[in-house]
């Protein structure tokens, strides 16, 4: 019981807003990404003039894109999921699968996360940037690792959320 409000405190009060507040920016970063493209493709075929440095932003606004979604997949469940052995059990039995298989994505989400915190690191002490235009790879380091936190805090509520239905009565 009190693990189930408190899964849905949190979700409510705490991962909802975060993710589709970065789910907002990453869909702005997509639309962005595809009037760049437009108008890079429409200047290179009739002006023979491409925006310089267009290849370098798309790619910077894709980490935008696939970092700040990911938890609001999560959330959602629209993440791709194979139910070969799952789609056969119910109640319990199936929130213990769902639980376990929480538990292992935390865990690997977290050592992805705590090595994006060591790349940042790494990567703002060599003053990385990219070739065109210079910009420094560090901030869309600090997004991967963002996305990478949010992430784990939904994963976090569902093991919450799991185990409340394991243990229900």
Excluded at 79 to 108: D, N
Aim: hydrophobic share 60%; charged share 10%.
């Amino acid at each position: 019981m009190f693990l189930g409000k408190l899964s849905r405190g949190m979700e409510r009060w705490i991962i909802r807003p975060l993710c589709l507040g970065f789910s907002t920016v990453g869909a702005l970063a997509l639309i962005g990404m595809m009037f760049l493209v437009v108008i890079d493709v429409f200047l290179r075929f009739v002006f023979n003039r491409p925006i310089l440095g267009s290849y370098e932003i798309v790619e910077y606004l894709m980490v935008l894109v696939v970092f700040l979604s990911l938890a609001n997949g999560q959330l959602s469940k629209t993440h791709v999921s194979v139910e070969v052995v799952t789609q056969y059990l119910r109640g319990r039995i199936r929130a213990f699968f769902e639980f376990i298989t929480a538990l292992i994505s935390l865990g690997i989400f977290i050592l992805l996360t705590w090595g994006g915190i060591l790349q940042v690191g790494h990567v703002r002490a060599t003053h990385q940037v990219s070739q065109a235009l210079a910009i420094p790879h560090w901030p869309f380091q600090i997004i991967v690792v963002l996305g990478g936190v949010l992430f784990c805090l939904v994963l976090a509520a569902d093991i919450v959320a799991a185990l409340s239905r394991v243990l229900e009565k």
